[in-house]
Nanobody, 124 residues
C-alpha cells in the first residue's frame, strides 16, 4: 500500500529555516513525480515544488524560487524540502504527493496519492 508521511514542520521565526521530509513506503519514490504543496487557512492548495520522475529535474513556484530546495534520497526513499529565509506568508500546512502517470506538475489535481500534511508556522 502506497503511503507518504511528512515530518519536520514547526514554528520558526521569519528568516529562519526548516527541512521537511516526505518518507515513502509501499513504492519506490524515484519512479514517481513527487510534489510539495501547501494550503493556508481560507486559501486553495497550491504547488510549491516538484521533482520529476524521469531525471530528477526540479521545479518551483515563483514565490519560493531561490529560497526552497527539493531533493530526493533514493537510498532512504525520502524526498526533502529545504526551506530557507522563511516568511510569514509561507505559513501553511505542507503536503507531499506522488504520481506515476506524469513527469512533473505543480497542479494539486494532477496527483493521486497524498500524505497527511505537516504544519509550518512562520511568526515572531
Amino acid at each position: 500500500q502506497l503511503q507518504l508521511v511528512e515530518s519536520g514542520g514547526g514554528l520558526v521565526q521569519p528568516g529562519g529555516s526548516l527541512r521537511l521530509s516526505c518518507a515513502a513506503s509501499g513504492f519506490t519514490l524515484n519512479y514517481y513525480a513527487i510534489g510539495w504543496f501547501r494550503q493556508a487557512p481560507g486559501k486553495e492548495r497550491e504547488g510549491v515544488s516538484c521533482i520529476s520522475s524521469s531525471d530528477g529535474t526540479t521545479y518551483y513556484a515563483d514565490s519560493v524560487k531561490g529560497r526552497f530546495t527539493i531533493s530526493r534520497d533514493n537510498a532512504n526513499n525520502t524526498v526533502y524540502l529545504q526551506m530557507n529565509t522563511l516568511k510569514p506568508e509561507d505559513t501553511a500546512v505542507y503536503y507531499c504527493a506522488a504520481e506515476s502517470s506524469l513527469d512533473w506538475s505543480l497542479l494539486p489535481a494532477d496527483f493521486g496519492s497524498w500524505g497527511q500534511g505537516t504544519q509550518v508556522t512562520v511568526s515572531s
